[in-house]
């Protein structure tokens, strides 16, 4: 753990956010009191297949959306006010 002054932090904040993010902790203080305390983010742990089983997709998910569907998306709603003429 290391300590440093708020004019230390603001004149070496790039080199105190690579030590945080390698790990250290820094405490930033104030007339000598700490006030901050600058430690790394836990990034969560990923794991690929995690929702395996939890998604499903109907039959029909991939057919052809009907006409009047792709109609409203390709050009929008006739009566939308913001519809782009």
Avoid: C
């Avoid at 105190?16 to 836990?42: F, N, W, Y």
């Amino acid at each position: 753990m290391t300590i440093v002054n708020v004019h230390e932090a603001k004149t070496n904040l790039s080199r105190l956010l690579e030590a945080a993010a390698a790990g250290e902790e820094i405490i930033i203080a104030k007339a000598g009191k700490p006030v901050a305390k600058l430690v790394p983010i836990e990034q969560p742990k990923r794991e690929p297949g995690r929702l395996k089983g939890l998604i499903q997709w109907s039959d029909t998910f991939f057919d052809p959306l009907p006409d009047d569907v792709l109609e409203v998306m390709e050009n929008g709603y006739k009566h939308d006010p913001l519809r782009r003429k």
